[in-house]
């Protein structure tokens, strides 16, 4: 079973930038997705990022052009670059991975909802005003 350790979180004031890492203790074959999810205390935990196994990115509304999910295959380590962060950002931060056969020519992966069966234990980021 492979295991997900988030690390790179940490407190930042509104404007900052801070780069996620999502390390996988095995190789996490080519046929994964991989997201970032967060969740805020009190509400419920949302898609911030995804990247599919073709290499194919999707985006929260709230997060794009601020946020960049990439993933180095030979180190085995998804990446989340935040940047022109908000005090709404905050949150725990978990990397999730998981295979999605496309069912369909035109299937997109939900990559934004948190049906994942891997999930790392999560790396918290504050951010004050």
């Known amino acids: 079973q492979v295991e997900l350790m988030e690390s790179g979180g940490g407190s930042v004031q509104a404007g900052g930038s801070l780069r996620l890492s999502c390390a996988a203790s095995?190789?996490?074959?080519?046929?994964?997705?991989m997201a970032w999810f967060r969740q805020a205390p009190g509400k419920e935990r949302e898609g911030v990022a995804g990247?599919?196994?073709?290499?194919?990115?999707y985006y929260a509304d709230s997060v794009k052009g601020r946020f960049t999910i990439s993933k180095d295959n030979a180190r085995n380590t998804l990446y989340l670059q935040m940047n022109s962060l908000k005090v709404e950002d905050s949150g725990m931060y978990y990397c999730?991975?998981?295979?999605?056969?496309?069912?369909?020519?035109?299937?997109?992966?939900?990559?934004?909802?948190?049906?994942?069966?891997?999930w790392g234990q999560g790396t918290q980021v504050t951010v004050s005003s």
């Open positions: 999730a991975a998981d295979e999605f056969p496309p069912e369909s020519p035109d299937y997109v992966p939900p990559l934004l909802t948190p049906d994942f069966a891997i």
């Open positions: 990247i599919a196994d073709d290499g194919s990115t």
């Open positions: 095995a190789l996490i074959g080519s046929s994964y997705s």
